[in-house]
């Protein structure tokens, strides 16, 4: 009597089969798998969205030293990464007020198949300042070095992404700055 008893409880009890328990496992690895495929690109845009937000708060800062100092800012672009501010003294010559590298592998390039900015100052090479050095004079308006007004171009990414893209554009006139982030081909360039 013992022995039937306990094969009828083995029968009852409930659990999950080794079909049932893999399937579990594989439908998570998809959701995983799928997760770091989209981690990835945010990762990318969000590199390329602080690298954008990093030049743009320099060149405003650049302005407005100029401005509020009554001193000339010049600032210039080192391939791969790296942006200089310098002040330009009385004297000619020129003190660093600041050095930025930029993260996350971005850098200063322009993408083959992207166009021209919607402010269209420019885009023959990754800093396209009309190959003068840029400055912001007392008025806050972007100069060259004879003085005629100047506006151009920054663009940057990571290397082989076009999703990292951005630009930020400079308006010699005013010294307004924008920065802009590539949609893709369908939405084209997106106004931060």
């Known amino acids: 009597m013992g022995g039937s008893g306990m094969v009828q409880r083995l029968g009852t009890t409930r659990g999950y089969t080794l079909v049932e328990m893999l399937m579990v496992i594989a439908i998570g690895l998809t959701m995983m798998a799928l997760a770091t495929i989209s981690v990835g690109r945010a990762i990318s845009s969000i590199r390329g969205d602080g690298a954008l937000y990093t030049i743009m708060a320099q060149l405003r800062k650049a302005r407005q030293a100029a401005i509020s100092r009554s001193r000339v800012s010049v600032f210039a672009f080192q391939v791969p990464n790296e942006m200089l ?108």
């Open 85 to 192: 501010l310098y002040r330009l003294e009385t004297s000619g010559d020129l003190t660093l007020l600041n050095q930025i590298f930029l993260e996350g592998n971005v850098q200063f390039v322009q993408f083959a198949d992207i166009p021209d900015t919607p402010d269209g100052f420019g885009a023959a090479a990754s800093v396209d300042f009309g190959g003068e050095a840029p400055r912001f004079i007392t008025d806050g308006s972007l100069v060259d070095a004879s003085g005629a007004t100047l506006s151009g171009t920054v663009f940057l990414g990571i290397q082989d992404d076009p999703l990292s893209a951005r630009a930020v554009t400079v308006f010699g006139g005013t010294g307004q700055v924008r920065g802009y982030s590539w949609g893709g081909p369908d939405r084209g360039w997106i106004e931060q």
